[in-house]
């Protein structure tokens, strides 16, 4: 299972995930890291200006769903689950249907005298798995897209966070169990023995 932290706003948002089984995918420059999509070209050659522009053309056609290993992390509770006013919810994506990579956090990908064979064997995508040591928290498994705007995922676990109004916990229970009465819901992440999973083959 891979997890999504959820801020529960705008809520369809939160309404189309659990009821269509699919997470929205972006764009490369549309997510939070400012260094997103960096690399470190040397040895350029009189190729350069060629072979920039065809990897910013491939990186800007595979969309990005952001998901984590992370089952009950502080931090992401606070940056991305409205300071654990939100959800986190417990996916699984098929592995056979998606290109599916554990970010590194070992700073921009490093790419040596490319030349234009070389950009699809190198791929975007390489490129979008490497990040900076500071996001490592995230502990990011990123699913890689390029058939449209969502990533089939299968809902099997809704949680609410652990400052979640009341009245707000009571109406998502309500929700998820009209929707789907399979998904497990939880009003907290409190007594549930979170397990880090590892069953996906990671490129």
Not at 68 to 87: C, F, K, Q
Not at 129 to 158: I, Q
């Amino acid at each position: 299972m891979l997890y999504k932290y959820h801020s529960a706003r705008p809520f369809e948002y939160l309404i189309d995930i659990i009821l269509n089984n699919r997470v929205w995918t972006s764009l490369y420059p549309d997510l939070n890291d400012p260094m997103e999509g960096v690399y470190v070209y040397r040895n350029a050659g009189e190729n350069r200006d060629r072979v920039t522009d065809a990897l910013k053309r491939e990186k800007n056609k595979v969309r990005i769903c952001s998901l984590s290993i992370n089952p009950d992390d502080t931090l992401m509770w606070s940056h991305y689950a409205r300071g654990h006013r939100g959800v986190m919810i417990g996916l699984q994506v098929n592995p056979q249907h998606y290109d599916i990579r554990k970010v590194e956090y070992d700073g921009p990908l490093a790419l040596d005298g490319m030349n234009l064979n070389m950009v699809h064997a190198i791929g975007a995508r390489e490129i979008l798995s490497h990040k900076t040591e500071v996001w490592n928290y995230e502990n990011e498994v990123r699913v890689f897209n390029t058939r449209g705007y969502f990533v089939d995922a299968k809902v099997e676990l809704v949680v609410c966070g652990r400052s979640m109004a009341s009245q707000e916990v009571g109406m998502m229970k309500r929700v998820v169990k009209r929707l789907n009465p399979k998904i497990h819901f939880l009003s907290s992440p409190e007594g549930f023995d979170f397990v880090k999973q590892e069953e996906y083959q990671y490129a």
